[in-house]
């Protein structure tokens, strides 16, 4: 028996039995015909392959499952990768707009500050004047000859000429004796303050004239304190003063008889 199952032919490719019929490697099958047989060892030796086969598949199934889990999760990388680059190169380029824009603003107020020194400084100067403008009392007998003054400073600009030497106003002592001829002063200001009149005293001494102050009365009662510059034999000569007095000093300025 055991020399039969051993020489027991089978069909390669149903793995059925087939009947010898002397032919060489031949033999015949029912259902496939004639077929090349093979023997009991190589049917034994085809079913070990294929089992060790099957063991092979199913050790290499964790890779291939790591490689379907990379192959997978690649596609996300690709997205996360340049969004990641993108936000970044973003982050930069914001950054570097708002370092910009504060060193602009910086620059700009560092250059306005010598500006507003400047202004600072020139400010001083015409605190005098404005309390000198809203201190004087204009007299109805000169209103004439004020606004024939305004025309003219309207006319011409305003230029802060610094004396290089102090300039005296002439003053004409035999003039003020004889009394047909009538002396002209210039008169900067009038007060009801004598503090006031001493200031702008002060302020035009400063600039090289000499001012001196008269005190009289109000048509209402009080003391008015007036403040002169000079003694001029002509007017026309303490006109020429009054325009200069008023171009330095930006007060308002008139002739008067002394």
């Known amino acids: 028996m055991e020399q039969n199952t051993e020489s027991k032919m089978y069909c390669p490719i149903c793995n059925g039995p087939v009947e010898e019929t002397g032919k060489p490697a031949w033999a015949y099958c029912r259902t496939h015909g004639w077929v090349k047989y093979k023997s009991r060892y190589e049917k034994e030796s085809e079913d070990l392959l294929g089992k060790l086969s099957s063991k092979g598949e199913s050790m290499t199934e964790p890779g291939e499952e790591e490689i379907t889990f990379a192959q997978r999760r690649s596609p996300l990388l690709r997205y996360i990768v340049p969004a990641v680059a993108v936000t970044v190169l973003l982050g930069l380029l914001v950054g570097y707009f708002f370092w910009r824009d504060t060193a602009n603003k910086n620059v700009q107020v560092g250059t306005q500050l010598p500006g507003q020194k400047n202004e600072q400084a020139v400010e001083p100067q015409s605190q005098i004047p404005v309390t000198a403008k809203e201190a004087?009392?204009?007299?109805?007998?000169?209103?004439?000859?004020?606004?024939?003054?305004?025309?003219?400073?309207?006319?011409?600009?305003?230029?802060?000429?610094?004396?290089?030497?102090?300039?005296?106003?002439?003053?004409?002592?035999?003039?003020?004796?004889?009394?047909?001829?009538?002396?002209?002063?210039?008169?900067?200001?009038?007060?009801?303050?004598?503090?006031?009149?001493?200031?702008?005293?002060?302020?035009?001494?400063?600039?090289?004239?000499?001012?001196?102050?008269?005190?009289?009365?109000?048509?209402?009662?009080?003391?008015?304190?007036?403040?002169?510059?000079?003694?001029?034999?002509?007017?026309?000569?303490?006109?020429?003063?009054?325009?200069?007095?008023?171009?330095?000093?930006?007060?308002?300025?008139?002739?008067?008889?002394?």
Do not use: C, W
């Not at 002509?234 to 300025?253: M, R, V």
């Open 136 to 258: 004087a009392v204009p007299f109805k007998e000169d209103k004439k000859e004020i606004g024939a003054e305004k025309k003219s400073e309207s006319r011409k600009p305003r230029l802060a000429k610094q004396p290089s030497q102090t300039r005296r106003a002439p003053q004409t002592q035999g003039t003020m004796k004889s009394p047909n001829k009538p002396v002209f002063a210039v008169q900067a200001g009038a007060f009801r303050d004598a503090s006031r009149a001493q200031s702008l005293k002060a302020m035009l001494h400063k600039k090289g004239y000499v001012a001196s102050i008269v005190s009289s009365k109000s048509n209402e009662g009080g003391i008015l304190y007036k403040v002169f510059v000079g003694s001029f034999r002509e007017k026309k000569e303490a006109e020429n003063i009054s325009i200069e007095i008023g171009k330095q000093a930006g007060i308002q300025t008139f002739v008067r008889v002394k």
